[in-house]
């Protein structure tokens, strides 16, 4: 069982469609896939219908920014239910507020001498509710001014350069809460990623843990090092939540983050499938998709 529970469409920042998505990992000998875009679960039903289309696992889940002591944190949130509404409410903040900041980062790569307009943007971003600074490389590929998105983000768009405004964020226990509230379960994505190793400390997942249900991590994901996941996987197992493995595919949008480049193990998905189940028993609020495993 080849099983990948991270990747991303053109309904966010990937590069393919949800159906082309599907197919991708069809090809590639997965048996299950998440699609998780970023703070949006648009792509769900199509996705659905692909893989049943293609006869591959298919599990709903969505990628939640998530903000703590000013660090950029991302929740990924498998099987809640998108319309219980105070996560609904909360994902439409964030998402408007991916929106709002562009022209801030806009006229900052502006008085870098970089020529850009929100416009140019947007026209990257058809088709998306949440609009992130992906698109912004894309816009800047498009206009000539870099070769492709990792020149975009090492250049103007990485975490502490010029044309990176961050945008309105869930604090993760809050985020937590709503994605179990909703039937839902969550597992911190990549936490000694990018800059989120900063803040995401054995004891704060402790705390995740303790304090709000956090259900796992994710292990096995190419921000990591060797060490670095041994490491995380011996504090998963020592707070007994579920460590996971996936590639967070962009289409062609991430280099090295090619579909299946990590996997989870089938004992560990099969806790996932016990924890949304007595979630979803639990949150009476809330009607919870169903992932399809043929
Ligand atoms: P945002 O949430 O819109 O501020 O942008 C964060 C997204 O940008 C992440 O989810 C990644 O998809 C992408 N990203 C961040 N850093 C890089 C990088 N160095 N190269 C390529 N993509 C990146
Ligand atoms: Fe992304
Ligand atoms: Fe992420
Ligand atoms: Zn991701």
Not at 261 to 283: C, G, I, M, W, Y
């Amino acid at each position: 069982m080849r099983i990948d529970l991270h990747t991303h469409s053109n309904r966010s920042d990937g590069t393919d469609p949800v159906d082309v998505l599907i197919a991708h990992a069809k090809r590639d000998g997965l048996d299950v896939i998440a699609l998780t875009d970023h703070d949006t679960a648009d792509g769900w039903g199509e996705g659905r219908r692909a893989a049943e289309d293609l006869g591959i696992g298919f599990v709903p889940g969505i990628e939640i920014s998530c903000k703590l002591s000013g660090i950029s944190v991302h929740l990924l949130g498998y099987l809640p239910d998108p319309s219980y509404q105070p996560l609904a409410d909360e994902l439409a903040t964030v998402r408007e507020g991916r929106t709002d900041r562009l022209p801030s980062i806009v006229a900052r790569l502006n008085e870098m001498g970089v020529a850009l307009t929100v416009d140019e943007v947007l026209a990257q971003a058809t088709g998306t509710p949440s609009v992130g600074r992906p698109h912004v490389a894309d816009a800047l590929v498009a206009n000539g001014t870099v070769a492709n998105r990792s020149e975009a983000f090492d250049r103007f768009l990485a975490d502490g350069r010029p044309g990176h405004v961050s945008h309105y964020a869930i604090e993760p226990g809050r985020a937590i809460d709503l994605v179990c509230a909703a039937g839902g379960v969550p597992v911190i994505a990549h936490p000694w990623g990018r800059s989120s190793y900063k803040v995401m400390t054995a004891e704060m997942i402790a705390q995740l843990v303790s304090d709000h249900g956090l259900a796992g991590i994710e292990v096995d994901h190419q921000d990591h090092s060797p060490e670095s996941r041994t490491a995380l996987r011996a504090i998963a197992q020592d707070l007994g939540i579920i460590y996971t493995g996936s590639s967070d595919h962009h289409g062609v949008g991430k280099i090295d983050h090619e579909l299946g480049v990590n996997t989870t193990d089938p004992e560990q998905f099969q806790r996932l499938l016990d924890v949304a189940k007595s979630n979803a028993a639990a949150a009476t609020d809330a009607t919870v998709p169903e992932a399809y495993l043929p």
